[in-house]
């Protein structure tokens, strides 16, 4: 009997001492399937390579099993189930659905089958054009929330219309003495992430990116210069003394620092 040669190479794999792994290790089956041929559980294993894997397993083991393999060969398909309904049996259950969905639609009577698929081809297009319009109506709304800012210009006025005013030193250039200590001193405090370059008597001291709120000091004997791609994003100081506001919009400017003065390049 099947049951039979099944409990023997059980026994003997056990009097011999080997585990499951050892089995495994030396006969390169899965472990899956030594275990199914030990339980007689052949109806798990494929039909085809049921007698080669009891061969091994029971060579291995040095069973002869001439006359059960004839005995499998006849007595089979009592302890294999249909692949096909077994195949079925474990079906996986989203097909199932449209199968059943399907089965369905096609007792629908051919007119009403096609009103169908037209309302659910229209209600497609119509989800699709919803999207399309979507989409461009926030391209449109990111263009004028991201368009840069000008500044206002004021209207020219005529001086002569104007009482006299005293005039002011325009931002960009202040000729206050620089580096009475015997040193030039400028300190940058950034606002937000920005690129720049320092260069302190000819010399490149610093290149890079600064993050927002750091604040960094450079010193020169003679000049101090800076390139800033954006001149709205730092905070100047020179010898500890606060610069007016450099830039209020996002533009590159150039500072040089000596004893004529500062000078701020737009």
Not at 236 to 252: N, R
């Amino acid at each position: 009997m099947i049951e039979d040669l099944c409990r023997k190479i059980k026994d003997k794999r056990k009097e011999a001492g080997y585990s499951i792994e050892d089995i495994v290790k030396k006969t390169k089956l899965h472990p899956s399937v030594i275990k199914d041929i030990e339980n007689c559980n052949l109806g798990a294993i494929t039909p085809i390579y049921i007698k080669g894997f009891i061969k091994i397993y029971a060579s291995f083991l040095g069973i002869e099993v001439k006359d059960e393999l004839e005995q499998i060969k006849t007595g089979i398909d009592s302890k294999i189930k249909n692949p096909r309904q077994r195949k079925q049996s474990g079906q996986n259950p989203v097909i199932k659905f449209f199968k059943v969905i399907f089965q369905t639609f096609a007792k629908i009577p051919p007119r009403v089958r096609k009103n169908i698929l037209l309302i659910g081809l229209s209600l497609i297009i119509l989800w699709f054009g919803f999207l399309g319009v979507r989409f461009s109506f926030r391209k449109v709304l990111g263009f004028f929330r991201n368009r840069p800012k000008t500044e206002k210009q004021e209207p020219v006025k005529n001086p002569a219309e104007e009482p006299a005013k005293e005039l002011k030193e325009p931002a960009q250039s202040v000729t206050r003495p620089i580096g009475q200590s015997g040193q030039i001193s400028a300190s940058l405090t950034l606002k937000k992430p920005c690129y720049m370059k320092a260069i302190s008597d000819g010399k490149v001291v610093f290149e890079g990116v600064l993050n927002k709120g750091e604040v960094e000091t450079w010193k020169a004997d003679k000049e101090l210069k800076f390139e800033i791609r954006d001149g709205s994003a730092v905070y100047l100081e020179v010898d500890g003394e606060p610069i007016p506001k450099l830039s209020s919009i996002h533009k590159p400017i150039k500072i040089i620092i000596n004893s004529s003065g500062i000078t701020v390049n737009k």
